[in-house]
């Protein structure tokens, strides 16, 4: 079945320094991948999206390419700050070929810590 | 303002007390789910529904019931909670996908905070 990979937590950057979560992912035909983002107290919030590969996400300053050569979706960014604190998680909307049927998978998440 | 609403959004109950988690939705989505969130395994699905009177089993449904008597409306039942359902739980929804598209945004609620003792 479908599945996705993020690396694991959490990663702590001081303010200003660039970031990078890894997302790998295996899937039959041609997923949406997308970012979410979960903010202390919070629910999940998409954060970007990409429906096709070479499309690029990106919303705040963050970036994520849909690469289908190498199955990922890495999200990135240039200069983190102290608000973008917060629990990301990496997924994907595609057909499970066992069910017919289309479904979300998310991976386990990454927290990241920015430091003042 | 478009929202998914869960209440409660914190509860410590003990095992074996039934109890009801409710979510309603107002952007007249036809798709619903439950998730559970728990540390190092993600989000898992629990139950989904797919409009009114269609509902069906996620990946991990032991132990919870659901219904969809109302297109807002998706509660989740825990008939006799054990404290292996102590857990961070998340109701979403989404606009059914067109034709063959490949479904987009959830949209979540803001999470509710179970404890079984």
């Known amino acids: 079945g479908n599945s996705v990979t993020q690396m694991e937590g959490p990663v702590t950057l001081s303010e200003e320094a660039f970031l990078t979560i890894n997302c790998t992912y295996t899937?039959?035909?041609?997923?949406?991948l997308f970012w979410y983002v979960q903010y202390p107290g919070e629910g999940l919030q998409l954060l970007l999206k990409a429906t096709k590969a070479d499309d690029k996400g990106s919303n705040k300053g963050f970036e994520a390419t849909y690469r289908k050569e190498t199955t990922s979706f890495h999200l990135e960014k240039g200069s983190v700050q102290v608000s973008d604190s917060a629990v990301y998680f990496c997924?994907?909307?595609?057909?499970?070929?066992?069910?017919?049927?289309?479904?979300?998978?998310f991976g386990t998440g990454t927290r990241l810590k920015v430091l003042a | 303002e478009a929202q998914v609403t869960q209440n409660p959004r914190y509860l410590i109950t003990v095992t074996g007390k039934k109890l009801t988690v409710t979510c309603s939705q107002n952007m007249n989505h036809e798709y619903m789910s439950w998730y559970r969130q728990d540390p190092g395994l993600g989000l898992r699905q629990i139950y989904y529904?797919?409009?009114?009177?269609?509902?069906d089993k996620g990946d991990v449904p032991e132990g919870y019931k659901v219904s969809r008597k109302e297109k807002r409306n998706f509660p989740l039942i825990l008939e006799s909670p054990s404290p292996n359902q102590t857990s961070l739980y998340f109701c979403?929804?989404?606009?059914?996908?067109?034709?063959?598209?490949?479904?987009?945004?959830?949209?979540f609620g803001e999470g509710s905070r179970l404890t079984v003792l």
């Open positions: 899937a039959t035909g041609y997923p949406s």
């Open positions: 979403a929804s989404r606009p059914r996908s067109a034709g063959v598209a490949v479904p987009g945004e959830l949209f």
């Open positions: 529904s797919m409009n009114v009177e269609v509902t």
């Open positions: 997924a994907l909307s595609g057909l499970e070929t066992t069910s017919g049927t289309y479904k979300y998978i």
